[in-house]
């Protein structure tokens, strides 16, 4: 493309929201073959409420809730702040955890008024030994629900099973048609459950989930679906998401995410909204027709 087709494509893109860091990627992107997306805050708002919380018998919901908030409260996860906030909102007194862990991908744990304290996914439990098993029936209920199910145990038992969802972005059904109209396959990358992924997959139309993947796993996904697919484009938000970023052929961050992740990219897409990949995508079609 001609140094001007190219301004001229980064401009219109500028309009409607898609800032192009690198001219490259205006040329390159039309090759894309696939599209992968990370789920949480790229996909979904990244702002999850709890929904759900089911002790276990013998434990009482505030008491579980309370120390449960108490480790979270010092991790950085967009879980951490809807249990933290339910158990505000319950007026429950959160405290300041000691020996706080966090072991991404897998979940958090502290030590609360000298109690153990242990929150995260199912392979969390099996990590540590307190496996979740009581709590099958439900865990697939919430996953078919599209919720997150996250387990609590205290000191060394199983405690309860809790759910947080995380409502899809409005235009997400709309953004995974757009790409499908020009003839791309979609794909999900996330750390979450595959249930749960699944079901947010169906409900907005995505081809392939690839689900409970380890942060540092998301590299590998990208090449893997490139091996098999071609091209490949990759959507993210987090720190978690910024070697896929710089992975991907071409990299699109999404503009409220974390510094890492734009700085990682190729493309921003300032506002978030996920058609701005199809738009992108078109636009530099156009550019490549322009010069033809
Ligand atoms: P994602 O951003 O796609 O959820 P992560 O790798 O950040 O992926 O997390 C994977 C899973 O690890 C989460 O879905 C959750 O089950 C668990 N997890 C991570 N951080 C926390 C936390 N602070 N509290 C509870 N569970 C957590
Ligand atoms: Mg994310």
Redesign the pocket.
């Known amino acids: 493309a001609t140094p001007t087709s190219i301004m001229v494509g980064t401009g219109r893109a500028a309009e409607l929201g898609v800032l192009f860091r690198q001219g490259e990627a205006l040329q390159s992107l039309r090759n894309a073959r696939i599209v992968a997306l990370?789920?949480?805050g790229t996909l979904t708002l990244g702002k999850p409420t709890l929904t759900d919380f089911v002790v276990a018998d013998g434990f009482s919901e505030a008491e579980v809730l309370r120390l449960v908030a108490s480790v979270?409260s010092r991790?950085e996860?967009p879980?951490?702040e809807a249990i933290v906030g339910a158990a505000r909102s319950r007026g429950l007194a959160v405290a300041s955890p000691e020996r706080f862990e966090?072991l991404?991908?897998?979940?958090?744990s502290a030590m609360v008024e000298g109690r153990r304290v242990e929150?995260?996914?199912d392979r969390?439990m099996v990590r540590i030994g307190i496996p979740a098993t009581a709590f099958a029936t439900t865990a697939a209920r919430l996953g078919a629900e599209g919720k997150?199910p996250?387990y609590a145990a205290i000191d060394g038992k199983l405690a309860a099973i809790v759910a947080v969802a995380d409502p899809l972005k409005p235009s997400t059904r709309e953004a995974v048609a757009a790409l499908h109209a020009l003839g791309l396959r979609v794909a999900m990358v996330?750390?979450?459950?595959r249930r749960t992924a699944e079901a947010i997959a169906r409900q907005v139309g995505i081809d392939e989930v690839v689900a409970e993947v380890?942060?540092e796993a998301k590299v590998e996904t990208v090449r893997r679906l490139r091996g098999e697919h071609g091209p490949i484009a990759f959507v993210g938000d987090?720190i978690?998401d910024a070697p896929a970023l710089a992975e991907a052929d071409i990299g699109l961050a999404i503009g409220t995410g974390t510094d890492i992740a734009i700085e990682s990219a190729d493309v921003v897409l300032m506002s978030g909204d996920l058609r701005g990949v199809a738009n992108a995508i078109g636009l530099s079609q156009a550019t490549i027709r322009n010069i033809k």
């Open positions: 990370d789920k949480t979270e991790s996860h879980i951490a966090a991404p991908g897998f979940g958090v929150v995260g996914a969390f997150s996250l996330t750390g979450d459950n380890l942060p987090g978690n």
